[in-house]
């Protein structure tokens, strides 16, 4: 079997939802006005992949297709794209090139329905994807096969987005527009064979996690830890206190014989928005990530963008898209696409 094919053309059979495939079952649904290639690169080598097919929906009964078509494609029995069997073999066959095992794991298949547009959504981790070189990665031979780049062209409506790992930087790259953190390609577009090649530069000393060197200063090592733990407890301690305080009566029992003072007026360090109060009320560093992510939700009324999200936490859009993948698998929270972005809500919630 040759790899080295396209990914427009895996593109155009993949779009034929609306087409000869599709076409045979669901003559209502046309093919997807656009598709993007999401890619988020990890520290660790790794990719984390996006794919999203939009559909434009103008009618009861191209809606209706749609929803017929995205219960088999979430089902994972849809004839056409997209469709992990495209990339498995591209890695199986980048593999052998770079002599190093690469594998498809934790494939998820997702649909949304939103007024006038079908959105299908394939999304899937790709291990060892990028190659190792001297504090860094380079981003090469994982679209190579042996009979040549199974990455070589884009077509119209198509875009490609390839985020920088986090902690890295740029150090070299093919001729492609930047957006933040991300390389930005779209259609139409081709590439030369051995022209698609992004090298990153890891930004300061590599961290350090491994067991240490026999010139290790364990005296040092042992202080640190202590005073780490110490400032563990503290925190613990302090956070337990402020959770456990005492409220003050305000008035006095009528059977005390005493008066009922008029309340006095708040002070400046407790008067202030409640909606602040709460949010002081627990240290989000003291929260798991996905109780972090629903505190998030309830102060922002029970929905934010999935960017938003990013932008308050710090976090890479990586880690926020596998929480949120796996928060909406055990029904903590809701995604809903919307266009190009992700809508994410408490359940319960209504858009």
Do not use: C
């Not at 060892?128 to 990665?137: D, H, P, S």
């Not at 150090?171 to 992004?198: C, H, K, M, W, Y």
């Amino acid at each position: 079997m040759r790899y080295a094919v396209a990914l427009v053309v895996f593109l155009l059979a993949s779009a034929a939802v609306g087409g000869t495939v599709a076409g045979q079952e669901s003559p209502d649904l046309g093919g997807p006005e656009d598709t993007t290639f999401d890619v988020f690169l990890g520290e660790n080598g790794e990719a984390r992949w996006v794919v999203a097919m939009e559909f434009s929906l103008d009618t009861e009964a191209e809606r209706s297709a749609f929803r017929d078509y995205a219960a088999s494609f979430e089902a994972g029995e849809a004839p056409a794209g997209p469709r992990i069997e495209f990339f498995r073999a591209a890695a199986a066959s980048a593999s052998d090139v770079a002599d190093r095992e690469m594998r498809i794991v934790e494939v998820e298949r997702d649909s949304a329905l939103t007024g006038g547009a079908g959105t299908l959504e394939l999304s899937f981790r790709w291990t060892a994807f990028l190659g190792e070189q001297e504090n860094g990665y380079v981003l090469r031979d994982a679209l190579q096969t042996p009979d040549g780049s199974w990455l070589r062209s884009l077509e119209s409506g198509q875009e490609l987005r390839i985020q920088t790992p986090p902690n890295h930087e740029i150090v070299r790259s093919i001729e492609a527009r930047q957006e933040n953190d991300s390389l930005v390609i779209t259609g139409p577009e081709s590439f030369d064979v051995d022209e698609f090649v992004v090298a990153y530069e890891r930004m300061g000393p590599a961290t350090d996690t491994g067991t240490p060197g026999p010139g290790t200063d364990w005296g040092v090592v042992a202080t640190g830890l202590l005073g780490l733990l110490f400032v563990v407890v503290v925190a613990v301690v302090l956070w337990r206190w402020r959770s456990t305080e005492p409220v003050l009566p305000t008035s006095t029992s009528a059977s005390d014989g005493g008066e009922s003072p008029a309340a006095a007026p708040p002070s400046e360090a407790t008067a202030g928005d409640p909606d602040e109060d709460e949010e002081s009320a627990v240290d989000p560093e003291l929260l798991s990530d996905e109780e972090r992510v629903e505190q998030l939700l309830e102060q922002n009324g029970g929905r934010m963008r999935q960017a938003d999200i990013v932008s308050k936490t710090d976090w890479s859009d990586a880690k926020v898209s596998q929480l949120l993948s796996r928060m909406a698998e055990e029904g903590r929270i809701e995604k809903l696409r919307l266009g190009r972005e992700n809508v994410i809500s408490l359940p319960d919630e209504e858009i």
